[in-house]
């Protein structure tokens, strides 16, 4: 298959994915009462939409296509850019901050990146305030089954890099209760592309059904002060040792897509 057919099944699949999630998480916004929908900002390389809802206090789901050169400096990271700096990108990237301290922020992201090699990169990860040994469970059971649907050693592979990635030194502790993260996946590109399609709809499932669950639970304002304190420490991983951001943010992406990640409000001690 040819890079250009690649590329554009890929951005097509981002693209609808986008509109699952946002479906999905606007049925959840009217089942608990609120009319609250995605406001929609469109920019020369993608949209990204933003909710501040009463379920899902802020929220943003953005896709991306930025094609583009590599300063000097960065290329030097970045796999096929050795004799050139170009690059052809383009992803979904997705970020909840929920209202109720009792349901866990969630983010996930899956990409396609073009240089003079061609991969994926991606994963998913819950950061809860309140310990929740059953969701955790819950969570872990269904991305285990999702990756041996593909190779049964994806799981215990991108369990533990997410578990790597996801570490805030300066705080000597994870950020979460991790999820998969992987990167260059360049091996064969239509199972690779089945298996990011099937991680994408793993996704939109869990949001229906974690948030579903939690969502009109009650919750203490000791608990609303320990999630503003969590979100401090999700701030300070965004901030300081995010790839995505860095990539976001050395590949001429829109500032206000990369940091919509940031959640509405945060506390530190």
Not at 109 to 132: A, Q, S, V, Y
Not at 134 to 141: I, N, V
Not at 168 to 179: A, C, K, Q, S, V
Request: glycine share 8%.
């Amino acid at each position: 298959m040819k890079i250009k057919k690649k590329q554009k099944l890929a951005k097509e699949w981002f693209i609808g994915l986008q509109n699952i999630i946002c479906n999905n998480i606007e049925q959840l916004e009217r089942k608990y009462g609120s009319n609250k929908k995605f406001k929609k900002n469109k920019w020369r390389h993608g949209e990204f939409r933003i909710i501040k809802g009463e379920v899902i206090e802020k929220g943003g789901v953005a896709f991306s296509n930025v094609v583009g050169k590599f300063s000097k400096e960065f290329a030097k990271k970045i796999p096929g850019t050795k004799s050139n700096a170009s690059f052809w990108s383009s992803g979904i990237s997705v970020v909840l901050h929920p209202k109720n301290p009792k349901i866990p922020a969630m983010h996930f992201n899956t990409r396609l990146i073009c240089t003079e090699k061609i991969w994926f990169g991606g994963g998913m990860d819950l950061t809860p305030c309140i310990t929740d040994n059953k969701e955790k469970k819950y969570f872990h059971t269904e991305l285990k089954k999702i990756c041996n649907k593909h190779n049964n050693k994806y799981y215990s592979k991108y369990k533990k890099w997410c578990d790597e990635y996801f570490y805030i030194p300066h705080r000597n502790e994870l950020r979460g209760i991790g999820g998969i993260f992987f990167d260059y996946k360049m091996g064969n590109w239509e199972k690779d592309f089945s298996f990011i399609k099937d991680v994408g709809i793993t996704f939109a499932n869990l949001v229906k059904k974690i948030v579903e669950k939690k969502m009109f639970l009650k919750w203490k304002k000791k608990e609303k002060e320990t999630q503003l304190l969590k979100r401090g420490k999700y701030v300070e991983f965004n901030l300081l040792y995010d790839r995505g951001t860095k990539f976001g943010l050395n590949s001429g992406g829109n500032p206000e897509a990369i940091l919509m990640s940031m959640p509405p409000n945060a506390k530190w001690k």
